[in-house]
């Protein structure tokens, strides 16, 4: 059964944001990661569709314990709950992005030439 708001407090939230990094560092969770990012390489499709399920099965296994459904719908309540958090404490936003840095890291994209702002090739 999922949790109900006022169940998931702000210091679960903190525990299960802490929970879920601690759980991605985990030294076989850590290599199924690495092994899945050098499979999808820097290709974004290819990381949706090797990446981010390895991810989202960890992260799930999580945020079960914390009364969230180990599924879809529970990520997204979970990620809900974790953006309304964040309004109420900057520990929040920071262990999310902290979050965010693992499942989505920082993409080196070429320069815009100026004609190419303007649509011009």
Do not use: H
Not at 58 to 82: H, N, S, W
């Amino acid at each position: 059964m999922a949790a109900a708001m006022q169940e998931f407090t702000l210091d679960d939230c903190k525990a299960a944001l802490n929970d879920v990094l601690a759980a991605f560092k985990q030294e076989d969770n850590s290599q199924r990661l690495e092994e899945a990012r050098q499979l999808a390489g820097n290709d974004m499709l290819k990381t949706m569709q090797i990446f981010f399920p390895v991810a989202t099965k960890i992260e799930m296994g999580i945020i079960e314990k914390y009364g969230f459904p180990a599924d879809g719908d529970g990520l997204v309540r979970f990620t809900q709950a974790v953006k309304l958090y964040e309004k109420q404490d900057p520990a929040i936003t920071q262990l999310n992005l902290d979050l965010r840095n693992v499942l989505m890291p920082p993409v080196a994209v070429p320069p815009v030439s100026p004609s190419q702002q303007n649509g011009n090739s």
